[in-house]
């Protein structure tokens, strides 16, 4: 074979791999208006905590859905007590913020962590289907096949 | 014959890189948590659970199952509160449907089943602050078809009572009572209240 047939040939399969490698990325990547690194406070405490945030989401990439909602990759939602501690954190592959119900849910992985300072106790769940939270009244709904663990000495002795 | 080697190889690369992106990215499994070793309380649920953060409470939902090295709970609703309070302590645990506990102390392994059992404690603080005289209250309560039996005591009876503290196992209505196997009460002969024996 010539030296040009093999360069040719060289720049097809190089081109090849290429356009692979393309499609590859290109099926993991969201469709739309995306943009990386979503950090939003989503609510503040009232005076005199204003400056507080009672609940905080981020995420790695983020995508304007359909109807108020956002569509969040690697999203992380904290929520935080009035003097600044930690309260609860909620991780997911994906999930969907809406604006406008003030609620957060997923449909898929998740893994919560809840932190009772008082008790010094961790509560930790685990799920696959999905979650829903809402922001107005703090309650969290996690879906079907759920682990729950809870860390942390019992303190419920009869004798205090 | 190179050329054709080189785009196999290259379609090879592909579909691997394909493969690894999507097992990155995969949904997660729920871990395999199984019955703690340590202190640590583990609980699995089939219809998922509800965090009430505020009030702290937690709700499970069918098929519940509770591990804990101390004892072991099943039943189709469990309830638990831990609610923030200004002295003390109050926790309220309410499991409903075909509930059934073990747990293992000096008598061996125990086993409580009703349709509904309601754990409380509560650490409440008499006096007036400063000072402090704390009270511990700790009740089991089975309700509906309760059925107990600690170390070959076994009771039965629609409302059965234990207070922790005291030690004091009560059935106002008691269906049936045997000691150690051997001595079989009816309805009609057993005494109202029961003391757990020592």
């Keep these: 074979m010539p030296v040009r047939a093999r360069r040719v040939a060289f720049c097809l399969a190089f081109l090849a791999f290429v356009c692979v490698v393309r499609f590859v990325f290109a099926a993991d990547q969201p469709a739309g208006n995306t943009a990386k690194g979503f950090e939003s406070p989503l609510e503040f405490y009232p005076a005199p905590h204003e400056r507080q945030p ?83 009244n703090s309650f969290f709904v996690v879906s079907n096949q759920q682990a729950t663990r809870v860390t942390g000495a019992s303190t419920n002795s009869i004798k205090p | ?43 699995l649920s089939d219809h998922g659970m509800e965090a009430h953060l505020k009030d702290k409470t937690y709700i499970y939902r069918g098929n519940v199952r509770v591990f804990n090295p101390q004892m072991t709970l099943t039943s189709e609703l469990l309830t638990i509160e831990a609610p923030d309070v200004t002295e003390g302590k109050y926790n309220h645990v309410v499991a409903l449907t075909n509930v059934v506990v073990h747990w293992w102390d000096e008598h061996g392994t125990n086993q409580a089943t009703a349709d509904r059992v309601d754990y409380t404690y509560a650490l409440t603080n008499l006096a007036k602050l400063p ?14 078809n309760g059925h107990l039996d600690m170390g070959g005591k076994k009771l ?43």
């Design chain 1, 54 to 136: 009672r609940s905080y989401l981020e995420a790695a990439e983020s995508e304007i859905g359909q109807n108020s909602v956002i569509v969040l990759h690697g999203a992380v939602l904290r929520t935080f007590h009035e003097d600044g501690s930690r309260e609860m954190v909620v991780s997911a592959p994906l999930c969907f913020y809406d604006y406008a119900q003030r609620t957060v849910n997923s449909t898929g992985a998740l893994h919560f962590t809840n932190w009772d300072e008082a008790h010094k106790q961790v509560v930790q769940v685990w799920g696959t289907n999905g979650f829903y939270w809402q922001q107005t």
């Design chain 2, 1 to 43: 014959m190179k050329p054709f080697i080189a785009i196999c190889l290259s379609l090879i690369a592909g579909v691997f890189l394909f493969a690894q992106a999507h097992a990155q990215t995969s949904p997660g499994e729920l871990p395999a948590l199984g019955t703690p070793s340590t202190n640590d309380t583990v609980i």
């Design chain 2, 131 to 144: 000072e402090k005289h704390y009270q511990t209250n700790s009740t089991i309560v089975l309700t509906g």
């Design chain 2, 156 to 198: 039965d009876g629609d409302l059965i009572t234990w207070d922790r503290v005291t030690d004091v196992v009560k059935v106002p209505d008691m269906k049936r009572t045997a000691i150690s196997g051997s001595n079989v009460f009816d309805n009609a002969t057993s005494p109202k209240t029961n003391s757990h024996p020592k």
